[in-house]
């Protein structure tokens, strides 16, 4: 993914989607983490701790990160 001052495009998307495909859910949190959700990364290593199933947290994630980089998107001023 880019610069955090850099909207996110097509290939972020992708990226987040190979990502999920994987069940890669350390690049997952690293999205996340790289779009300001530091705190709520670290809330999903602690559940994961707590017994909270895997391929849950990487859904719930992906969606979180998606949501994250269609919000830039939206807030993005047309060029």
Do not use: C, K, N, W
Not at 64 to 74: F, N
């Amino acid at each position: 993914m880019g610069a955090a001052h850099t909207p996110p495009d097509r290939s972020d998307f992708l990226a987040v989607h190979q990502a999920a495909a994987r069940r890669d859910l350390g690049a997952l949190l690293g999205m996340l983490e790289r779009l300001g959700g530091g705190e709520e990364a670290d809330v999903v290593r602690i559940a994961l701790r707590g017994g909270v199933d895997y391929d849950l947290a990487v859904a719930e994630v992906q969606r979180e990160v998606e949501r994250r980089m269609s919000r830039l998107l939206r807030d993005e001023p047309e060029r």
